[in-house]
């Protein structure tokens, strides 16, 4: 509308083929027969529909708020939302009601986007599997896809079919799984070490991190502040791009934003891509990489090179120190970010009255899982006294290698970097709940970690389905606030690779031009 | 050292130095040092003097509308937890975002006491738990603060001579910003605490002196120093009765020439007069615990006003680790000076050292000098001009108003308007006598109206504040001067006239 970039619904909207209400309704009804992925924590089903009455009016008046306006989006559980439960999926926060929006809540909102409900978890985005939430795991709406159930046979009949359901990856999981699923057009998701786009990559959505400090942080609860990102979950590049206008700038209320002001863009369909350098850092040949990765990731440099782009090989020297120097930084933040759940102010406060001392033991014992004990413990460790220079100073030095690493590979010309976004497909829960959630988190966030550490921007898009049925994304990670030229390319990316659309029985009950007018060709 | 309520401290604290040995009353005998800073005279052992050491840790509330990272309201005595924002609770999600008023005050406050101010300053996080810190940490300003290096000179007069006064200097190690905690109340009969957040928040500088004084005396004229700075400041307001100004005293006593003995932290101190007599009590116990062979545990102790000693306050079991992390959610403090003040910059968005600089008011060492020069009063008269908000305001105007010379006008504002204020336990401003006024009444004694014991006479009326002028009480008392010669004359003739013959006895006599 105003700026001439639109939400890929959005036309539908506008052309009248469908109203907001109309669009809540079927989201809704949508989420009730995927119920069991367990995508959502909270569904406001009353103000989402009040919402969408108010957007059916300005519609009607000719007078929408903006690109947004009646189209129905999902939050993940970790941001406030003003008289909707926030829980990050905690014993500490259930029944918690804030009496704020985050601001990119608040956008949202004030951009006329129907806020469909809260989106499941790992506790305090504790995870990569989506598998460690106080309310359960979020199943992966491609364990239903028509794709994955032709591809998995089961290994003996004794084998429960039910119990090959694999995740979605994490942390951002009810996210990432609410769009897959089309219960929603966008979900916003928070990103600190992957959390937004390895469950993208899992579930075969876009899975977009800005570089830190374009979106604020204000309202969302911190995992790591100084590298959580809003991340953004959408169905196409192009959408993530408007979202991204929608929430980007500055906020008084985070003083990590950038001041500049940020103009909202619309991508260009890049059709020569020989002005471009793509780089291959060697060191993302990461152990454990599945040969389908390493061959899906190849094949995509190649069709670079093969369009005219120069593909070069880069190193990121100290890439393999990434993940244990995340660890230290991340678990003593964690350990002060916790502090303040003493069960006084706010969320569960133990019975236990013998002291001040043993309430706030009790408390925290009883509220966290033994994933945040862990990492509040290890954090407190890192920033003892005695221990101070040896972890958390030596840790944030090679933080800043690793940042230097990225600026000198972006100075000597390269444009973009190309990386497998996971080092495989999803794999199936019961599989995935035999390692511990450390031992998991390390190994799923070696690809996307860095970028964190070092606040570029990040995009994971959905690049083909493995042998077995499932989701392939790959990473594109691009210079800092150098997010259009990140997503322009992303966006060539997506349109010669033609990810197939999921094949979701739920979905074809309801099925509707509305859902699948994007994608049309490549539903078969 | 985080600032704290006292309310709960101290009296966990008392019930635990009540518990223990009573102390022995210590003799009156103040421990005293020489102008030199000198050491205290040998006890029993004979051996050399002892030379006791104090530093200090002043807080000081920043003056400031709304508190350091929040924009709740800052207002002493306002009703419990109405002054939280949710930053101040620390909801989950909420940011801190700097208070420039508060840095400004900082600034001033650095650049009044010959500090370095650092262009860049950083946050930190202090972690421990109490029930009035809701984040779980303080942020403060550990690594790397925002002033560093001062001095502040303070003057004390000797044996309590006002003739005799001396002045000293005291380094400032640093200043800090950083966050006030809320305030405890335990309730111990429902043994229940109750939390008031309203403090929580509210910006402090933390400014450190270092150990460069040597007893009550010292410290005290050094933090009445501070104080009468950050008041012409307008930085603090640094009323310590009502928590904006908060001493802490570190001291320790040891033999010349030897390294500094183990050093105590002195809390719960709350005046200038409690802070003397904490900081000499601290001394006398170190030299008799050490002379008697006993040692000196580094420890926190309360000053307990009504027992006039110092109790030990909170066992020292596992030592507090504050794990000090940087403050994520807080780029660097940048500050800037005429020379690196980008053009471009939005004006609002800076703190200028510079132009702060040049705005800062005169300081009171510098009116004092001033008072002295412009108006030939005696050095300890300005200083006894200063110490009461507001008299050197009154002076000037009462000599801007008379004929009288200002040497002569000081002494009816020191020996009967301050007297009369201290009686009655007034302030400058609740003065029942107007600048105006007393002008007024001297004007009447410089033109001789009426005399000194007249003139004193009036100003007894007027205390009562029954708004009549010195003139009016002059003429119903009837104690004018008569200067007609012939009415000087004709009354002296009537007492003759009436008494002639006592008036022949005198002359023969």
């Known amino acids: 509308s105003v700026i001439g970039v639109r939400f890929q619904v959005a036309a539908a909207l506008q052309e009248g083929r469908v109203t907001p209400a109309e669009l809540c309704q079927r989201c809704l009804s949508l989420i009730k027969s995927t119920k069991f992925l367990n995508a959502y924590i909270t569904v406001a089903e009353e103000t989402a529909l009040k919402q969408a009455e108010e957007s059916e009016r300005r519609y009607r008046r000719g007078q929408p708020l903006g690109v947004l306006d009646g189209i129905p989006v999902a939050v993940k559980d970790n941001f406030n939302t003003a008289g909707i439960e926030t829980t990050c999926a905690s014993n500490m926060l259930k029944g918690y009601i804030s009496p704020y929006n985050a601001t990119v809540v608040q956008k949202l909102l004030d951009q006329g986007a129907v806020l469909l409900g809260k989106t499941n978890l790992d506790e305090f985005a504790m995870g990569s599997g989506s598998t460690d939430g106080v309310f359960g795991p979020v199943r992966n709406p491609w364990s239903y896809s028509r794709q994955y159930k032709e591809k998995s046979v089961p290994k003996s009949h004794s084998e429960d079919k039910e119990s090959n359901w694999v995740i979605t990856g994490g942390s951002s999981g009810g996210s990432a799984a609410a769009v897959s699923s089309f219960t929603c057009f966008a979900a916003l998701g928070s990103d600190t070490g992957g959390s937004t786009r390895n469950p993208a990559a899992h579930c075969g959505v876009v899975g977009l991190k800005p570089t830190y400090g374009l979106i604020s942080r204000h309202g969302l609860i911190p995992l790591v502040n100084s590298m959580d990102v809003p991340g953004i979950l959408t169905r196409c590049v192009d959408d993530a791009a408007v979202l991204l206008g929608s929430l980007a700038g500055h906020d008084p209320k985070d003083s990590t934003t950038i001041q500049d002001n940020f103009k909202p863009f619309e991508l260009p369909n890049l059709t020569d891509v020989s002005k471009l350098s793509i780089g291959i850092p060697k060191e993302y040949h990461a152990p454990g990489l599945s040969s389908e990765i390493l061959a899906l990731w190849s094949k995509a440099a190649d069709l670079f090179k093969n369009s005219g782009a120069k593909v070069i090989e880069v190193s990121l020297p100290h890439t393999r120190y990434s993940i244990v120097c995340y660890h230290v930084l991340c678990t003593a933040e964690v350990a002060s970010n916790m502090a303040r759940f003493d069960g006084l102010e706010y969320g569960h406060r133990s019975d236990m009255n013998r002291s001040t001392e043993s309430m706030y033991a009790a408390t925290r014992r009883e509220g966290f899982n033994d994933v945040v004990r862990g990492r509040i413990l290890s954090g407190n460790y890192f920033l003892l006294k005695q221990n101070y220079e040896n972890y958390f100073i030596k840790a944030q030095k090679v933080r800043r290698l690793i940042a230097n690493d990225f600026v000198k590979v972006f100075q000597s010309g390269v444009d973009i970097l190309l990386t497998p976004t996971t080092l495989s497909d999803a794999v199936p829960y019961m599989e995935f709940i035999k390692e511990d959630n450390r031992t998991r988190s390390a190994q799923d966030d070696i690809l996307t970690q860095a970028a964190n550490m070092a606040g570029l921007p990040a995009i994971s898009v959905p690049t083909a389905l493995s042998e077995r049925g499932l989701p392939v994304g790959l990473q594109f990670i691009g210079r800092s606030f150098q997010e259009k030229q990140l997503l322009t390319v992303a966006k060539w990316f997506e349109n010669q690779v033609k990810f197939p659309m999921i094949q979701l029985e739920e979905v074809k009950r309801h099925n509707h031009d509305v859902f699948q007018h994007q994608k049309s060709a490549s539903f078969s | ?509």
Request: proline share 5%; hydrophobic share 40%.
């Open chain 2, 1 to 509: 050292v985080a600032a704290r309520g006292c309310g709960g401290v101290w009296r966990r604290a008392w019930r635990r130095g009540a518990g223990g040995p009573v102390p022995a009353p210590r003799g009156q005998r103040a421990v005293t040092c020489n102008a030199k800073g000198g050491a205290v005279p040998a006890g029993k052992s004979g051996l050399a003097p002892w030379v006791p050491v104090v530093g200090l840790e002043i807080h000081a509330q920043i003056s400031s509308n709304s508190k350091l990272f929040s924009g709740s309201q800052v207002q002493f005595a306002a009703p419990p937890n109405a002054l939280v924002s949710f930053f101040d609770a620390s909801l989950p999600g909420t940011l801190p975002v700097l208070n420039r008023r508060c840095v400004e005050a900082a600034v001033m406050t650095g650049l009044a006491l010959n500090c370095s101010i650092n262009k860049k300053s950083l946050f930190d996080r202090k972690h421990y738990f109490y029930a009035d810190l809701p984040a779980g940490y303080q942020i403060t300003q550990q690594r790397v603060p925002i002033a560093v290096n001062g001095s502040l000179s303070y003057s004390l007069c000797i044996d309590n001579k006002m003739s005799q006064i001396v002045t000293k200097t005291v380094r400032i190690k640093q200043i800090q910003l950083e966050q006030d905690s809320g305030k405890s109340l335990h309730d111990d009969t429902r043994s229940q605490t109750l939390i008031d957040l309203n403090r929580a928040g509210v910006g402090l500088m933390e400014v450190v002196m270092e150990p460069d004084m040597c007893c009550g005396e010292e410290a005290a004229a050094a933090v009445r120093e501070l104080q009468l700075i950050l008041q012409t400041l307008g930085s603090s307001q640094a009323v310590m009765a009502e928590g904006q100004l908060r001493v802490d005293a570190n001291i320790s006593v040891h033999r010349p020439g030897e390294p500094y003995g183990v050093r105590t932290e002195v809390k719960n101190i709350n005046s200038l007069r409690f802070l003397a007599k904490a900081v000499d009590y601290e001394i006398q116990r170190q030299i008799e615990e050490l002379e008697n062979g006993g040692t000196i545990l580094n420890e926190t102790r309360a000053f307990d006003s009504k027992l006039g000693c110092t109790v030990p306050m909170r066992d020292k079991e596992g030592k507090q680790d504050y794990r000090f992390m940087p403050e994520p959610n807080l780029p660097p403090l940048i500050l800037y000076d005429a020379k690196s003040l980008p053009a471009n910059m939005n004006h609002q968005q800076v703190v200028n050292i510079d132009w702060i600089h040049e705005r800062l008011p005169d300081l009171p060492s510098v009116k004092r000098a001033k008072l002295v020069e412009q108006y030939g009063i005696l050095p300890e008269h300005s200083f006894t001009l200063l110490n009461e908000d507001g008299l050197a305001e009154f002076f000037e105007n009462v000599v801007k108003q008379t004929q009288m010379k200002p040497k002569k006008v000081i002494g009816w504002i020191l020996n009967d308007l301050l007297s009369y204020l201290k009686q009655h336990s007034l302030t400058v401003k609740e003065s029942p006598v107007s600048s105006f006024v007393l002008a007024d009444l001297l004007n009447l004694l410089e033109k001789k109206d009426i005399s000194s014991a007249a003139a004193k006479q009036v100003l007894a009326e007027l205390w009562k504040g029954e708004g009549k002028t010195p003139l009016e009480i002059v003429k119903e008392k009837k104690l004018e001067l008569i200067q007609d010669q012939k009415e000087l004359e004709q009354i002296c003739q009537a007492v003759i006239d009436g008494r002639e013959n006592e008036v022949m006895m005198m002359v023969l006599r």
